[in-house]
């Protein structure tokens, strides 16, 4: 079935530093994909998408490439600040969900210290 | 900015009992979804609703759980005989057309079953 795979947390950086998170998945056809940011206390909020191979999605500096021949979706920022400690879910989405359900992988907890 | 309004924030409940979660979607909205995070695990899709039925269905989704849009914008989730397992994080989400282009998450439900 269609699942989604992030890099372990925490993952702990100082303020300015380039952050990557991975992000793989397994899908059937094509599917869209999605990163969602949990900031304490607060819902799930959609941070960027992509839609098709080879697009960047992008929001508040971070951004990721939909790749298809790696089944990859890595979230980057080139400089994070403390503001951006939270919790990010890679999910995706297919067509043959009828429901629109999305499936989201494990979450990675990033904390950022002045 | 549109919000999906959840409540209450926090419920506890003794095992066996009975609870909704409550949501308010987006007025225009017409897809609703009921997703679970049990702490520290991964986000989990429970159940999608369209045009006052079931879309589709999770595998947890079994005969303990409900949904129901009494009016015309409530959409609630109903529990029977709550067990231990089921205390965890419960988040609805609206979306204006299938699929997650458009979804938006609210705050969500703690659901503590006692």
């Known amino acids: 079935g269609d699942s989604v795979t992030q890099m372990e947390g925490p993952v702990t950086l100082s303020e300015e530093a380039f952050l990557t998170i991975n992000c793989t998945y397994t899908a059937t056809g094509y599917p869209s994909l999605f990163w969602y940011v949990q900031y304490p206390g607060e819902g799930l909020q959609l941070l960027l998408k992509a839609t098709k191979a080879d697009d960047k999605g992008s929001n508040k500096g971070f951004e990721a490439t939909y790749r298809k021949e790696t089944t990859s979706f890595h979230l980057e920022k080139g400089s994070v600040q403390v503001s951006d400690s939270a919790v990010y879910f890679c999910a995706l989405t297919t067509i043959y969900n009828q429901g629109g359900k999305l499936i989201f992988g494990q979450g990675t907890e990033l904390s950022v210290k002045p | 900015e549109p919000e999906v309004t959840q409540t209450p924030s926090h419920q506890v409940t003794q095992m066996g009992q009975e609870v909704i979660l409550r949501c308010v979607p987006i007025s225009n909205h017409l897809y609703f979804y009921w997703y679970r995070q049990i702490l520290g695990q991964k986000v989990e899709f429970l159940v999608s609703?369209?045009?006052?039925?079931?879309?589709?269905k999770s595998e947890i989704f079994d005969d303990q759980f409900s949904v129901e849009r009494p009016d015309g914008s409530n959409f609630t989730l109903k529990i029977r005989s709550t067990k231990l397992e089921d205390s965890a994080m419960y988040f609805c989400?609206?979306?204006?057309?299938?699929?997650?282009?458009?979804?938006?998450f609210g705050s969500g439900t703690r659901l503590t079953v006692v």
């Open positions: 609703f369209y045009n006052n039925e079931i879309s589709e």
């Open positions: 989400a609206s979306s204006e057309a299938r699929g997650a282009y458009g979804y938006t």
